[in-house]
Nanobody
Framework: VQLQASGGGLVQAGGSLRLSCADS????????VGWFRQAPGKEREFVAS????????YYADSVKGRFTISRDNAKNTVYLQMNSLKPEDTAVYYC????????????????WGQGTQVTVSS
């Protein structure tokens, strides 16, 4: 499993970004994947996760209705579409893979990828 997050950047409040988590190590499609974020001075927190099949998704309350997680197993990539961004969404975003079909983010994933910086200006 070799995960790499990308797609971060600087955006104004109310704008959108789409993050990608690509796996060059060909993670089995049975592995669930989660997105997490860490703001300066704060602990890393769960954002969203998706089951291996893509049928089941989980979201943190703070992003429900604004973020959408999806995956394309043919491309070994998981996406996080972020809309209506707020300054408090500013953080380094990480993706992680869990060696199970289902994953709700309550514990750290088995594998971490490198992060991508998201900055939302007010």
């Amino acid at each position: 499993v070799q995960l790499q997050a990308s797609g971060g950047g600087l955006v104004q409040a109310g704008g959108s970004l789409r993050l990608s988590c690509a796996d060059s190590g060909r993670t089995p499609s049975t592995y669930a994947v989660g997105w997490f974020r860490q703001a300066p001075g704060k602990e890393r927190e769960f954002v969203a996760s998706i089951s291996g099949s893509g049928r089941f998704v989980y979201y943190a309350d703070s992003v429900k209705g604004r973020f959408t997680i999806s995956r394309d197993n043919a491309k070994n990539t998981v996406y996080l579409q972020m809309n209506s961004l707020k300054p408090e969404d500013t953080a380094v975003y990480y993706c992680g893979a869990q060696k199970s079909q289902y994953y709700n983010g309550e514990r750290p994933p088995d594998y971490w990828g490198q992060g991508t910086q998201v900055t939302v200006s007010s």
